[in-house]
């Protein structure tokens, strides 16, 4: 259990759809990156937040969006699905600093999202 | 831009020995990570380089060249439970991990 929890772990909708992916970062956590990985692709870095406030934007398409809050939990919204859009959505959350060790990303369970 | 290679896909036998090379071409580079993934599941911390040289942890070691940009990950005495795939993550910024696509291990008896 890497203390990163994902909700729901499973989720069926239809094409046009909007879904919303929730995220608890570990205890103490500040950083929450999200990242989708799709059927024999690699994990594809979405955004990344530290402490609130947008830090890394990677391959995020304009459909989709997210946010961190103040109590650290983040959410990643999906718009006007397309069945492309089926992968396993995970989030990811990393200490504050690098003192403590390499910073290395602690990872959910993820999210499998299929859009019929 | 950023480029991670990986093979696709590796075979192995139970008790033996097995490396999987990374090689990368990133605007910036902070370290170079292994994980490993079960089909399904999350991805789990193997390993960190950010210095030349070898890293070693119990049956798995990792090794790191900067000025090649290449990577390896060596696995001794295989086990079955070590069929996964095995991503090669470069961090390339403040906490950003850029992943390979992953190389597909599969362990027989």
């Known amino acids: 259990d890497s203390g990163v929890t994902q909700t729901p772990k499973h989720l069926i909708t239809a094409t046009g759809q909007r879904v919303t992916l929730r995220c608890s970062p570990r205890?103490?956590?500040?950083?929450v990156y999200w990242y989708q990985q799709s059927l024999d692709q690699g994990l594809q870095f979405l955004i990344q937040?530290?402490?609130?406030?947008?830090?890394a934007k990677g391959n995020i398409l304009e459909r989709f969006s997210a946010q961190q809050f103040p109590d650290l939990h983040s959410e990643l919204n999906l718009s006007s699905l397309e069945l492309g859009d089926s992968a396993l959505y995970f989030c990811?959350?990393?200490?504050?600093?690098?003192?403590?060790?390499?910073?290395?990303?602690?990872f959910g369970e993820g999210s499998r999202l299929t859009v019929l | 831009g950023q480029n991670i290679d990986q093979p696709t896909e590796m075979t192995a036998t139970e008790g033996a020995i097995v490396q999987i090379n990374c090689t990368y071409q990133t605007s910036g580079f902070n370290g170079l990570f292994w994980y490993q993934q079960h089909a399904g599941e999350a991805p789990t911390f193997l390993s960190y380089?950010?210095?030349?040289g070898l890293e070693e942890k119990g049956r798995f070691s990792s090794f790191l060249s900067r000025s090649k940009g290449y990577s390896y990950l060596l696995l001794k005495e295989l086990q079955m439970k070590d069929s996964a795939s095995y991503l090669c993550?470069?961090?390339?910024?403040?906490?950003?991990?850029?992943f390979g696509t992953g190389t597909r291990l599969l362990v027989s008896p």
């Open positions: 937040y530290y402490n609130g406030e947008e830090r």
């Open positions: 993550a470069v961090r390339t910024g403040f906490q950003k991990l850029v």
């Open positions: 205890s103490g956590d500040l950083s």
């Open positions: 990811a959350s990393s200490p504050r600093s690098l003192a403590g060790g390499p910073g290395e990303l602690f």
């Open positions: 380089n950010v210095l030349d």
